[in-house]
């Protein structure tokens, strides 16, 4: 889906907000088709872009190495 996104788990050093949030604008860009977004459809962007950014920061917390 998203070639450009690269896995963050299980990095040395764990992946930094900066690469997590880099990850998010990279798949909200996909899902809304277009590489920057307009004025119009701005803040429904960074919303989407920081609700992403925070679900993922989650979803690398909870998981675990076997």
């Known amino acids: 889906m998203c070639r450009s996104i690269r896995p963050l788990f299980n990095l040395a050093p764990p992946a930094t907000e900066e690469e997590v ?4 604008t990279q798949f909200a860009r996909k899902l809304g088709g277009f590489a ?31």
Do not use: K, W
């Not at 459809?41 to 690398?60: G, K, P, Q, S």
């Open 21 to 24: 949030r880099a990850a998010a």
């Open 36 to 66: 920057r977004p307009s004025r119009a459809n701005a803040d429904a962007f960074d919303r989407a872009v920081e609700e992403i950014a925070a679900a993922a920061e989650r979803y690398l917390a909870a998981l675990e190495t076997a």
